[in-house]
C-alpha cells in the first residue's frame, strides 16, 4: 500500500469490536509499513489510541484534499 496520501478507511465490519468500531465511519490511517504486509491496518479507533485491525474491517478510501482536510480538522477539535 502507498502512503503518498492521508488515507483513511470505512469500516464495513465491526464484529469482535463492537466497542472500539462503529459501522460506516471513517477512521484515520497510520501509516504502518510492517502491519501492512500482514494485512493489517493501525487505525484510530473510538479509544482514541492506534491499533492494529485487518484490512477486511474496512474500505480503504482516499478523499479530496479539501474533504481530508476537513476531517483531519474535525478529528483535532474532538480530541
Known sequence: MSWDKKRFA?????????????????YEIIPDEEAAEDDLLRIVDESGEDYLYHQSHFIVTAFPIEIENVLLTVESAAS
Request: proline letters at 0%; glycine letters at 6%.
Open 10 to 26: 470505512i469500516c464495513i465490519d465491526n464484529a469482535d469490536y463492537g466497542a472500539s468500531l462503529i459501522l460506516r465511519k471513517i
